[in-house]
């Protein structure tokens, strides 16, 4: 089955500590996402990368930065990580070429608390 | 920015009802999907509709598009308690990778 780890289901990190959210799917995706989810807000698209070492931001790319060295990983850095960080962060792939193309899919999620 | 908006926020229904849930959005799409999310879990897709078409089925499921409102609806038929979780509409925005999502709605199906 076809599969998107995602490394840490929960994290607890203190303000200021630099923060690394792996990502790994095994479905040869052209295109990876992260997003993060807050109650009411939905989710908010950080960075996506449609190849290696490619990226591009989101909707709420500031304080996050991320890293695609392998086509199957991609990473999330937190730097300095802030209280206002505190949520859960979704990963996902998908791709143009596949027979289902266009479909996310996403890796059970990270819940970060920073205090 | 959040482009998408789901109504209801929130619905309890008994089992074997039917649920609606509506989506709206503001920018051109490709398609729009809908997903499932499970209490503290990743995303599950379900079903997708493309901006030529106006309904498809799946299952239990039934999705509308009406491109011209720029809004969608998911029907689920003879509901069950396992179908209790949030749904999200997301539509990948024309020309990009983007994939904007909606609020979502909990859906609770009470035995």
């Known amino acids: 089955d076809v599969k998107v780890t995602q490394s840490s289901r929960y994290l607890v990190k203190r303000t200021g500590e630099k923060v690394f959210l792996e990502c790994v799917q095994d479905?040869?995706?052209?295109?990876m996402f992260w997003y993060r989810q807050d109650p009411g807000l939905g989710l908010r698209l950080i960075y996506f990368?449609?190849?290696?070492?490619?990226?591009e931001k989101g909707d709420i790319p500031e304080g996050y930065s991320v890293s695609r060295e392998k086509k199957e990983r991609f990473s999330l850095i937190l730097e300095s990580a802030s209280t206002n960080q505190t949520s859960m962060y979704l990963c996902?792939?998908?791709?143009?070429?596949?027979?289902?193309?266009?479909?996310?899919?996403f890796g059970a999620g990270s819940r970060l608390t920073v205090l | 920015s959040q482009q998408g908006e789901e109504d209801p926020q929130a619905l309890s229904i008994q089992e074997g009802e039917n649920a609606t849930m509506n989506c709206s959005y503001k920018?051109?799409?490709?398609?729009l999907q809908w997903y499932r999310q499970n209490s503290g879990r990743g995303l599950v897709h379900l079903i997708l509709?493309?901006?030529?078409?106006r309904e498809k089925h799946s299952g239990r499921l039934r999705v509308t598009l009406d491109t011209s409102k720029k809004s969608s609806s998911l029907l689920i038929t003879a509901s069950r308690a396992a179908d209790t979780a949030s749904y999200f509409c997301?539509?990948?925005?024309?020309?990009?990778?983007?994939?904007?999502f909606g609020t979502g709605t909990r859906l609770k199906v009470l035995a």
């Open positions: 997301a539509g990948l925005t024309s020309g990009t990778y983007k994939y904007i």
């Open positions: 509709i493309r901006s030529n078409e």
């Open positions: 479905m040869d995706h052209e295109n």
């Open positions: 996902a792939s998908s791709s143009w070429t596949s027979g289902r193309a266009n479909v996310l899919t």
């Open positions: 920018t051109s799409i490709n398609n």
């Open positions: 990368s449609y190849d290696v070492k490619m990226k």
